[in-house]
């Protein structure tokens, strides 16, 4: 490998790094604030988990698309879905973008392609990553000690389409659905 492609590489790691810092809405049982990239990681556990449910799914390339999902928050952060105002794809395909620059072009194309058919939606691995992504969403909100003021209400219609859009998806929702009514009627 030459050596500028090394350093791009290593470029591309530490600047991914921030997902580290990059703050959700959710928090974790002892109240602090969840990253981006702890989100991601529970999804690429929950895809790992559940992948002899899956039949037909091609495992590794679902992990590919969550991994990438959110990477674009690393630059600009994440916009809580309640404070989304129209569609925030340009700008965060556009983050996104600029993350990959130092990357040699095979692994930035690659990349890209993997965001870019988890965003569009049409792929069964990127309707399956949608829906998982919105239940550990939802699921979180239920575990995390979140402010006394936190809007469970607004989570019973979050991301319904995508993880009604997968049996099983639909099927380990319920129960955190339930889980979310009791916790907005307190």
Not at 9 to 34: M, V
Request: with cysteine; hydrophobic share 45%; proline share 6%.
């Amino acid at each position: 490998m030459a050596a500028t492609d090394i350093e791009g590489y290593l470029a591309f790691f530490r600047a991914a790094e921030a997902l580290k810092d990059t703050l959700r809405s959710g928090h974790t049982r002892q109240g602090r604030p969840e990253s981006t990239a702890e989100h991601s990681w529970r999804l690429c556990l929950m895809a790992l988990a559940l992948a002899d449910a899956l039949p037909g799914i091609d495992i590794a390339r679902l992990i590919a698309l969550l991994i990438v999902h959110d990477l674009g928050e690393a630059v600009s952060g994440d916009v809580p879905a309640p404070a989304q105002q129209g569609d925030k794809t340009v700008s965060e395909r556009h983050d996104f973008v600029s993350l990959l620059a130092p990357l040699p072009e095979p692994a930035r194309a690659r990349l890209l392609a993997a965001w870019d058919e988890y965003t569009a939606v049409e792929t069964p691995e990127a309707r399956l990553a949608k829906g998982l992504d919105r239940l550990e969403t939802v699921l979180q909100h239920t575990q995390g000690a979140n402010p006394p003021d936190f809007d469970y209400a607004f989570n019973l219609a979050y991301g319904r389409a995508h993880t009604d859009a997968h049996p099983l998806i639909a099927a380990l929702r319920a129960p955190v659905d339930a889980e979310t009514e009791r916790l907005a009627r307190r």
